[in-house]
């Protein structure tokens, strides 16, 4: 029997896969029969993805994609995706009153441009297939909900989802669907790259207990919703936000 949550045959881009929960996401969509592109900066901890991944044929491309010039050459390096997740991104701790405006450049760079311009490049260089699916890794924080500390993180999710919202009827003509995941927490190198009062906020059992669940995300968490979205199970789903986030929002 054919199953419509299968990836076989479709070939995945999936960046920030270098480590957390896009390495999580490239490994489960490997096990469902993806060819999997993974992309980073870091090529140690790329090799160790590629290791993980099950099945042949799959691949990595190093790119900075806070810079326009290596999402132009990522996009000319790869062949034409059935799906792309895009999930690379950067905490930033910062009180409002301090903000200075490289840091905004700087997160929105990462978080809100690269995966808006890898989109509209794979979309202008024929990258990616009629019947594809973007999946963008947004979060629970600014779109549903705000945290105090980290305002500019909230700001370039938000301002992602409001992409996705347009992206999503502009899409659809051309037969291509795009939807958000948006996680609650998971423990990921992002918590340790974030200062501690970030650290600080999310570890006590007091955040915990705002987990109805009660335990933090893993990435397979994320990487299953991921499958649902990329697959053919969701040929009717775009525009949408998945929230898997422990009941958090509950709350
Ligand atoms: N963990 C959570 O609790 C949580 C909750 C909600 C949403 N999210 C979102 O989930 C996504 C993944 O986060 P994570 O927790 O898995 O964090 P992570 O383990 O720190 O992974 C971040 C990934 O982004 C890549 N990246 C960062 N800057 C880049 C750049 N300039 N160019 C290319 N790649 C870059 C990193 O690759 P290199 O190190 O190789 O450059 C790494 O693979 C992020 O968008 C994050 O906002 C996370």
Known sequence: MMNPFSLEGKIILVTGSSSGI??????????MGATIILTGRNRERLEETLAMLEGSGHSYIIA?????????????????????VLCAGIPQVCPVKHFKRKDIEDIFSVNTFAPIMIVSSLLKKKKIQRGASVVL?????????????DVSYNASKAALNGFLKGAALEL??????INAINPGLVPTNILNLSNELFAETHHTDLMLNSYPLKRYG????IAYGAIYLL???SNWVTGTNLVIDGGYLLN
């Open 172 to 177: 659809a003509g051309q037969g291509i669907r």
């Open 137 to 149: 890794i947004e979060s629970v924080s600014g779109v549903f909900v705000g945290t105090k500390g």
């Open 231 to 233: 697959s053919d199970a």
């Open 64 to 84: 900075d994609i806070s810079k326009q010039e290596k999402i132009d050459s990522l996009v000319n390096g790869i062949s034409v995706l059935d799906g792309c």
């Open 22 to 31: 896009g390495r999580g996401i490239a490994i489960e969509c490997s096990k």
């Open 218 to 221: 893993k990435p397979e968490d």
